[in-house]
């Protein structure tokens, strides 16, 4: 697979759940993380969430958003790849399967 930039867009997001969560570890009134959005150069458009969970533990939203914001504008797949965040590479295996025609109903190239 060849190695063409992508455009590489994120923003933060914070929602208040419509009724609180309650688990083991204490309760939830909101959730936030980050949408990416992968653009590639026939424009068609391939997204992903970052949400990690506090208490597992594996990465903060804070480093999520700092790894994100190292990547630039433009980025090659194998820059994309290379992100050593679990939910991180979730979210760039999310927007990239979406690119390749696996996401939101399997419609070829992501979305418009």
């Known amino acids: 697979m060849s190695d063409l930039p992508y455009q590489f867009d994120f923003r933060h997001y914070r929602r208040r759940l ?22 590639d150069s026939s424009g068609a458009h391939g997204y992903g ?21 190292a990547f630039g504008p433009v980025v090659t797949r194998d820059e994309l790849l290379g992100a050593v965040l679990p939910c991180v590479r979730f979210a760039i295996g999310s927007a990239l399967a979406m690119l390749a025609g696996f996401g939101w ?3 070829r190239g ?3």
């Open 18 to 39: 419509a009724q609180p969560l309650r688990t083991a570890h204490g309760e939830w009134r909101e959730r936030e993380g980050v949408i990416i959005r992968l653009t």
């Open 105 to 107: 109903g399997g419609s």
């Open 49 to 69: 969430e970052i949400a990690p969970i506090p208490s597992f533990g594996s990465e903060t939203l804070k480093s999520c958003h700092t790894l994100c914001s």
């Open 110 to 112: 992501g979305t418009r």
